[in-house]
């Protein structure tokens, strides 16, 4: 089994900054991949970006340019850098682990961009 616990949201202003944190723990193997999702209210969650054991990330487009997504294999532990933050960004993020069997999920924590 494994747990994901997620740290970092909150509340900032448009074009303001943000780290969420996510430290997974259990049994994970070394070829997982993890990432971020994001789900606002009245719509279904969706990918924001992913990155590989190597390294390798991919990003949704609306993420590109302004989100960076990081690792610390050492740690089972990823990062999401968020940058100039837009009202649309606001939502629920989710940390997730993918490899053998069904993904696993965190909490979620809130991120709400507003002035």
């Known amino acids: 089994q494994v747990q994901l616990v997620e740290s970092g949201g909150g509340l900032v202003q448009p074009g303001g900054s943000l780290r969420l944190s996510c430290a997974a723990s259990?049994?994970?193997?070394?070829?997982?991949?993890m990432g971020w999702f994001r789900q606002a209210p009245g719509k279904q969650r969706e990918l924001v970006a992913r990155?590989?054991?190597?390294?390798?990330?991919t990003y949704a487009d609306s993420a590109k340019g302004r989100f960076t997504i990081s690792r610390d294999n050492a740690k089972n532990t990823v990062y999401l850098q968020m940058n100039s933050l837009k009202p649309e960004d606001t939502a629920v993020y989710y940390c997730?682990?993918?490899?053998?069997?069904?993904?696993?999920w965190g909490q979620g924590t809130q991120v709400t961009v507003s002035s």
């Open positions: 997730n682990l993918r490899q053998a069997g069904p993904d696993f």
């Open positions: 259990g049994r994970i193997f070394s070829f997982a991949v």
């Open positions: 990155i590989m054991n190597s390294g390798s990330p």
